[in-house]
């Protein structure tokens, strides 16, 4: 329901807002700040998805929660999509999320609803958890193999069988 209404309500307000905006400064000027707008966004959530891709790799460096960092990336990330949609409302939002002390507060709000109960990296570690993995645990998986040399070949690869029966 909140979804219908958001697709619904924002499309309204923008063209509420366009059409207040454009007989106030005129047609051109308003399209100017669009473009202005859309220009200057695309470069702060370039620079801040930068910083926050950072964050995410020393987070997994140091094998500490990553949340935090993926939810601020994916908070810049729906704020350059608002950036580059036209519209005075969307660009409101789309500034308002790449204020950090803004996505903290959000992040705080959302995290109340979402609990990580535990996440892993690399092959074998698990953080958070009580008991530990054992090589008799069963996920052993028997197999053949046979080697094969690369020869050149003229022709299909010979992955694929070409004949048509």
């Keep these: 329901m909140y979804l219908f209404l958001a697709f619904l309500l924002v499309p309204i307000i ?14 051109w000027p308003t399209l ?6 859309a220009m200057l966004g695309t470069s702060l ?8 891709l950072g964050k995410l790799q020393q987070s997994f460096e140091r094998l ?13 990330l729906i704020s350059g999509v608002l950036l580059l949609t036209p519209g005075f409302f969307t660009d409101a939002v789309g500034f308002a999320l790449l204020v950090p002390g803004i996505r903290n507060w959000l992040i705080v709000r959302l995290s109340k ?3 990580v109960q535990s996440f892993q990296t690399g092959a074998g570690f698990q953080a ?14 028997d197999g053949e193999w046979e080697e094969v040399s690369a020869k050149p070949r003229n022709g299909p690869s010979g992955w694929v069988d ?3 029966d």
């Excluded at 923008?14 to 400064?25: D, H, P, R, S």
């Excluded at 100017?32 to 707008?37: A, D, K």
């Excluded at 959530?45 to 926050?52: A, D, F, S």
């Design 14 to 27: 923008e063209i509420a807002l366009f059409i207040q905006v454009g007989g106030l400064i005129g047609l």
């Design 32 to 37: 100017l700040i669009v473009v202005l707008t």
């Design 45 to 52: 959530v370039r620079n801040q998805g930068l910083m926050t």
């Design 64 to 76: 500490e929660n990553p949340s935090e960092p993926l939810a601020h990336g994916a908070m810049i």
């Design 113 to 115: 609803r979402v609990k």
């Design 128 to 141: 958070h958890t009580q008991t530990r993995r054992r090589p008799d645990d069963g996920d052993i998986i």
């Design 162 to 164: 070409d004949r048509r």
